[in-house]
C-alpha cells in the first residue's frame, strides 16, 4: 500500500497527516493527489465517503502563499451542509501551515457577516455556486489571484441546475489556473464541462461498480399506501440507533417525518426548504444521538458528514441505479456492517430491474407480511441535546459549558456528549434521563459568569 511518505509533502503537512489520524492513502487519494499536487488538471470518479477531500485538499493547503492575503483556491459545493464539511477538513489540513483562512461561503444566512469576513480576506473559499455569484456581483469578493478551481459533486451540481452559475463563476477567474472536478457518475454534461474548462484533465477512476461487502440489502414489496407503516415496522424490528429514511420530495419528508413522530418515533426532516439554523439543529440533534431517524430528500445522500449508520431505508426506490448507491452508500462504512432497506410498490418493479441489470446481479426479497406484522417499538433516542444562545463570536468556549455543567451544576462528566459550537448558539448533548437537570441547572446557573439563554433544541 502507498503512504503519505511518497507524496513529496512537507514535513508539517506529514505530520498533521498523523495527527488527524491518516495512516495510508484512499484509493481515491493515492490515484488523484499526485496529479494535483503536480497543478496538472484532473477529473475523478469518487463517490460520498471516499476520502475526496483530502485527496484535493492536501495539494491546495500544500499550495498556498501564506502571505499572499488574498483568495487562492475556490471549491464549489452543491450543498450548504457539504461546504461546512469541506470547509471543516481544509481547516483541520491547513493546521499544517501558519495563519490560513478558509471562508465558507453559502446562502441561507445573512451576507452581511460574510462580507465583513470577505474583508479581512481569505486563502480558500468554500461555497456554494449562488452565493458565491452573488459576492462576484457584489464585488466583495475577487477571484483574480486564483490559481485553483475545484468543482466537488459536479454531477450533483447539474442536477440541481446550478450549470450556468459554475460557468459564471469559473470565467471569473483566470485562464492559467488548475481545475479540480470530482463527480460520482459521468454524465454527457460532465464531459462537456470538462471540455470546456480543464486543459488534459487526467482521467481518475478507483470506484469498483460491487456492491459494499459491509452492507446488506433486502427489499420488501408493498403495496401502495403501505410505505409509512412500513418503514415503521422495519424501525421497530431493528431499532436502529440512528437511520436515514430516504423520501422522493419535500413534502413526502415532511409527512414522512410528522407520522413518525405521531406513533412516537423520533424523527426530524431535512430538505431544501429548511433556514439554515434549523439544518444545523436537524443535524447537530441527529450526529449527537438526541435523534433516531433523519427523513431526507436525496440531497442528503451526498455530502453529510454522518458516521456509524447501521441502517437507511428507501422509503421509495431512486430514480435511478446510481442514486440508489449513493443512498446506501451512507452504511456500511469503516468496516462496521450495514443494512439497507429497499420498500418497492408494484408499479416500481421496473426500477428494480434496472438496478439487478446494473450490477448483473439479482437482489434479495424479504418476507413482507412478517415486515409488516411488526408490533410498533418506537426506540427512544439516548441523547437530548441543549441549545445555549452564545458560540463562537461570544467567546463561549466547550470547556466553559462542561464546567458550567460539571461544576457548579454537579453532574457527572460522562453524561456529556457531543458539544457543537456555531457563531451564535452552541448545542450540547445530555445523557436524556439527566437533561431536564442539566437544563434547569444551565437557565438557574451561570456560563463563564453570565446568564446566557437555554432551551431544548
Not at 258 to 284: M, N, Y
Not at 285 to 306: E, K, M, P, W, Y
Not at 320 to 341: K, S, W
Request: aromatic content about 4%; glycine content about 8%.
Amino acid at each position: 500500500m502507498p503512504s503519505f511518505n511518497e507524496f513529496g509533502l512537507s514535513k508539517a503537512m506529514t505530520v498533521n497527516l498523523k495527527q488527524l489520524g491518516f495512516s495510508q492513502p484512499t484509493d481515491i487519494q493515492a490515484a488523484a493527489l499526485p496529479h494535483c499536487l503536480a497543478g496538472r488538471d484532473v477529473i475523478a470518479m469518487a463517490r460520498t465517503g471516499s476520502g475526496k477531500t483530502a485527496a484535493f485538499g492536501i495539494g491546495l493547503v500544500e499550495a498556498l502563499r501564506p502571505k499572499l492575503f488574498a483568495v487562492q483556491s475556490v471549491v464549489l459545493c452543491p450543498t450548504r451542509e457539504l461546504a461546512d464539511q469541506v470547509a471543516k477538513s481544509l481547516r483541520e489540513l491547513a493546521r499544517a501551515r501558519d495563519n490560513i483562512k478558509v471562508l465558507t461561503l453559502c446562502g441561507g444566512v445573512a451576507i452581511g457577516p460574510q462580507i465583513g469576513s470577505l474583508a479581512h480576506g481569505a486563502h480558500i473559499v468554500v461555497g456554494t455556486p449562488g452565493r458565491i455569484q452573488d459576492h462576484l456581483r457584489k464585488g466583495t469578493l475577487k477571484l483574480d489571484k486564483v490559481s485553483t478551481v475545484v468543482l466537488d459533486e459536479a454531477d450533483r451540481m447539474l442536477d440541481m441546475g446550478f450549470q450556468e452559475a459554475m460557468e459564471d463563476i469559473l470565467s471569473h477567474a483566470p485562464a492559467e489556473r488548475q481545475t479540480l472536478m470530482f463527480s460520482a457518475t459521468w454524465p454527457a454534461a460532465i464531459r462537456k464541462l470538462s471540455g470546456q474548462y480543464q486543459r488534459e484533465p487526467v482521467d481518475v477512476r478507483v470506484e469498483a461498480v460491487e456492491q459494499n461487502p459491509d452492507i446488506r440489502e433486502l427489499f420488501y414489496e408493498i403495496a401502495a399506501g403501505q410505505e409509512t407503516k412500513a418503514v415503521m415496522s422495519v424501525l421497530s424490528k431493528w431499532q436502529p440507533a440512528s437511520c436515514i429514511v430516504f423520501c422522493a420530495t419535500k413534502r413526502d419528508c415532511d409527512d414522512m417525518a410528522e407520522a413518525l413522530k405521531q406513533a412516537g418515533f423520533s424523527a426530524l426532516a431535512l430538505h431544501g426548504d429548511l433556514e439554515q439554523r434549523e439544518r444545523d439543529s436537524v443535524l447537530v440533534r441527529f450526529a449527537n444521538q438526541s435523534c433516531s431517524v433523519l427523513v431526507a430528500t436525496d440531497v442528503a445522500a451526498r455530502g453529510l458528514d454522518i458516521k456509524a449508520l447501521p441502517l437507511v431505508i428507501n422509503a421509495e426506490l431512486a430514480r435511478d441505479p446510481e442514486v440508489h448507491t449513493h443512498r446506501i452508500g451512507r452504511t456500511g462504512r469503516a468496516g462496521e456492517q450495514g443494512l439497507a432497506v429497499t420498500l418497492c410498490t408494484p408499479a416500481r418493479g421496473h426500477k428494480v430491474s434496472q438496478l439487478e441489470s446494473s450490477r448483473e446481479q439479482a437482489v434479495e426479497w424479504g418476507d413482507s407480511e412478517a415486515l409488516l406484522a411488526t408490533p410498533l417499538s418506537p426506540l427512544k433516542p439516548a441523547m437530548r441535546t441543549l441549545c445555549i444562545a452564545g458560540g463562537r463570536k461570544d467567546k463561549v468556549r466547550p470547556g466553559d459549558i462542561l464546567g458550567a455543567l460539571t461544576g457548579d451544576a454537579g453532574l457527572p462528566g460522562k453524561i456529556v456528549g457531543k458539544i457543537d459550537r456555531f457563531e451564535f448558539q452552541t448545542f450540547v448533548a445530555i445523557e436524556a434521563e439527566y437533561a431536564h437537570q442539566a437544563l434547569n441547572r444551565l437557565k438557574s446557573g451561570r456560563i463563564k459568569g453570565r446568564k446566557i439563554p437555554v432551551r431544548y433544541a
